[in-house]
Antibody
C-alpha cells in the first residue's frame, strides 16, 4: 500500500522559506510516477504547486514558479518542497501526492500538514 | 490558466437521492478531467479520471461524463458516507481545480 507522509515546521515567519518533506513508503520513487505538492488555504480550494519525476525533471505552477523548488532524494525515497519569501497568503494545508503524469490526476495523497506564516 | 467553474457551490440532498454536479472549463480540455471527494480534515480522494474512468475501489454509484468544456459527476444513490465536498481538476495544462461543491444532508 502506497503511503505518503508530510513533515516540516508548522510555523514559518514572513519572508522566510517554507520547507517540507514527503516520505514515501510502499512504492519506490525510482520506479516511476510523478510526485507533487498541492496546497489548500483554510476553508478554501485546492492549488497545484508542482511536481517532480525521479530523474529530477520538475514542473511548476507558473504563478509560484519564481519561489518554488521541488527536489527528490531517491536514496531516502522522499521528495521536498521549498517555497521562498512566504507571506500570510501562503498559510495552508500542504499535501504531497502521486500522479501518473507530470500534471495529471493524483491517486495517492498524504494526510496534509498545516503551515502557518506568522511572526 | 484554465479556470474551472463548479455548480452548484453547495446542495442539500437526502440519502438515496440522485445527485449531479457540473464542472465547466474556460477552454476545451478534451477528457483531461478528474473528480475528487474531500471530507473535513482529510486529503482529497480520487474518484474519477479521464472524465469517466472510475478509480479502482470507488463504488459504481459514482460516474462521470463529458468532454471539451462541460463535465458532470453523478452519484446515482446517495449514501451517508457521500456527504462531502467534491472538486473537479483539469490536467490539460498545468492543473487547476474547481471551487468545490459541498453536498450536505437535507
Amino acid at each position: 500500500q502506497v503511503q505518503l507522509q508530510e513533515s516540516g515546521p508548522g510555523l514559518v515567519k514572513p519572508s522566510e522559506t517554507l520547507s517540507l518533506t514527503c516520505a514515501v513508503s510502499g512504492y519506490s520513487i525510482s520506479s516511476g510516477y510523478y510526485w507533487g505538492w498541492i496546497r489548500q488555504p483554510p476553508g478554501k480550494g485546492l492549488e497545484w504547486i508542482g511536481s517532480i519525476y525521479h530523474s529530477g525533471s520538475t514542473y511548476y505552477n507558473p504563478s509560484l514558479k519564481s519561489r518554488v523548488t521541488i527536489s527528490v532524494d531517491t536514496s531516502k525515497n522522499q521528495f521536498s518542497l521549498k517555497l521562498s519569501s512566504v507571506t500570510a497568503a501562503d498559510t495552508a494545508v500542504y499535501y504531497c501526492a502521486r500522479g501518473p503524469d507530470s500534471s495529471g490526476s493524483l491517486d495517492y495523497w498524504g494526510q496534509g500538514t498545516l503551515v502557518t506564516v506568522s511572526s | 490558466a484554465i479556470r474551472m467553474t463548479q455548480s452548484p457551490s453547495s446542495l442539500s440532498a437526502s440519502t438515496g437521492d440522485r445527485v449531479t454536479i457540473t464542472c465547466r472549463a474556460s477552454q476545451g480540455i478534451s477528457s483531461y478531467l478528474a473528480w475528487y471527494q474531500q471530507k473535513p480534515g482529510k486529503a482529497p480522494k480520487l474518484l474519477i479520471y479521464a472524465a469517466s474512468t472510475l478509480q479502482s475501489g470507488v463504488p459504481s454509484r459514482f460516474s462521470g461524463s463529458g468532454s471539451g468544456t462541460d463535465f458532470t459527476l453523478t452519484i446515482s444513490c446517495l449514501q451517508s458516507e457521500d456527504f462531502a465536498t467534491y472538486y473537479c481538476q483539469q490536467y490539460y495544462s498545468y492543473p487547476t481545480f474547481g471551487g468545490g461543491t459541498k453536498v450536505e444532508i437535507k
